[in-house]
Every structure is written in C-alpha cells, then in structure tokens.
C-alpha cells in the first residue's frame, strides 16, 4: 500500500522508529488551516519531526494532506492524526496521508481499521484493564492521557506488571517534567498545550524555540 502523495510504501516498524528516535509528538491544535501548518512548520524547525494534526482543526483531512505534500522529501518527519474518534475518521485520515494515528480513547474498530493498513495506532488509555486490552488489539504505543491526572511515577507502577508495554504521556507534560517522563520509561511523550500556545499572538519563532528545549531535554533524559 502506497500513503498516498508521500509516495513511499508504509512501513509501521519504520514510523514507529521515527516517533521514538524524536521522542516528542507535537500535537497542533489552531484555529484555521494557515495557523496548524505554521504551527507543524516552527515544530520540525525546531527539530520536533512527529506532528499530530488534531481533527479539531477545521478542514484537519486537508491539512494533513498539504503537510503530507510539504514533507514529502524529509524522510525524517511523519504527519499523523489526532482526536480520532472512531474507524471513519481514521480512514479519511490514512487516505488523506496520515501516517499514524492518535485517538483520546482506545476504540475497536480504529484498531482494526488501522492494523489492516500497518498503519501505528496510539489510543488513550487510563487503566491497566485498558491497556491489557489495547495491547491485545495489536496497539504498539498507548497513549497515557490525560497524563496531568497521574504523573511520571505512575508510568513505573503500570510498568510493574506490564513491562514490554511502550507509553507516550500526553496532558501535564512540559519542559520541567518532561525529562522525568522519559527517565522513568515512556518511549515517547505529547506536547500541545504550552508548546504551540505562541501561536495565538503568531509568534512562531517561540514555538521552534520550544521545539528545540523539548528536543535537548528528552536528549538529555536518554544520556543521564
């Protein structure tokens, strides 16, 4: 299965690699098509190269697709979706380009949908008796939401009993705490809220900035 107008054939071992090497997803909430793709251009500036484009953005299906477009050549960046409710929207999303896909609660049929298509799927998940059954769907990275309603040392306790699962906290993660996720075993973490909050007067140049931190702390959790 080719992905559509990046041309390449969908590797979701790949994809995954990619997401863990960066170790931040950007996840990019605005308020019109222009901000989003300003918004998932200061990222990968700044060296953020995983962007989830949130169907909460009007028009998201188009937008990951001129992202999927922009990003063509860089090998490095991989443009996902956001806020997937349900099998449908994953598949407009996967058609439109989406190369992953990230849902604020674990669903059936998404996991299906997406297993078919090799494409990664990361439901959020609260319980331990969520997980189990998100893992048991074939679901590689569960995404721990809202992490702000846990904290790091929580991902040590679900670790106890389920070791080979792979975390990615999302909600409560910042440049103060991000490290501490990382450290305490989450193969990656989201970002939203206080990475692209600059875009709301359009300073840009402050979300690349952003980018970079969140890039050098996770970098710096891995080396320690």
């Known amino acids: 299965m080719k992905n559509n107008d990046r041309g390449d054939i969908v590797n979701k071992f790949t994809i995954l690699t990619k997401i863990s090497n960066c170790g931040v997803v950007a996840v990019v909430r605005a308020d019109s098509k222009e901000d989003a793709i300003n918004i998932s251009e200061a990222c990968v500036k700044g060296g953020l190269t995983a962007i989830e484009l949130t169907f909460t953005v009007k028009g998201a299906d188009e937008v990951i697709k001129e992202l ?7 090998e490095e960046v991989v443009i996902g979706a956001g806020t997937v409710l349900d099998a449908t929207t994953a598949r407009i999303a996967i058609l439109a380009g989406a190369q992953f896909v990230v849902s604020p609660s674990f669903d059936l049929e998404t996991a299906k949908l997406c ?10 998940c609260m319980t331990l008796t969520e997980m189990k059954h998100a893992l048991e769907s074939g679901v590689d990275i569960v995404k721990l939401f809202p992490g702000n309603a846990f904290g790091p040392d929580f991902v040590k306790a679900v670790k106890g009993p389920l070791p080979q699962i792979n975390l990615m906290p999302t909600g409560g993660v910042d ?3 991000v490290g501490q996720w990382i450290k305490n075993g989450c193969v990656a973490v989201g970002v939203g809220g206080n990475l692209v909050a600059p875009a709301k007067t359009g300073d840009f140049a402050k979300i690349t900035e952003y980018a970079r931190e969140y890039v050098k702390k996770v970098q710096m959790a891995r080396e320690a």
Request: proline share 10%; net charge negative; aromatic share 16%.
């Open 68 to 74: 999927a477009s922009i990003y063509q050549e860089n």
């Open 175 to 177: 440049l103060e705490n």
């Open 115 to 124: 297993n078919l298509y090799q494409i990664p799927y990361m439901p959020g």
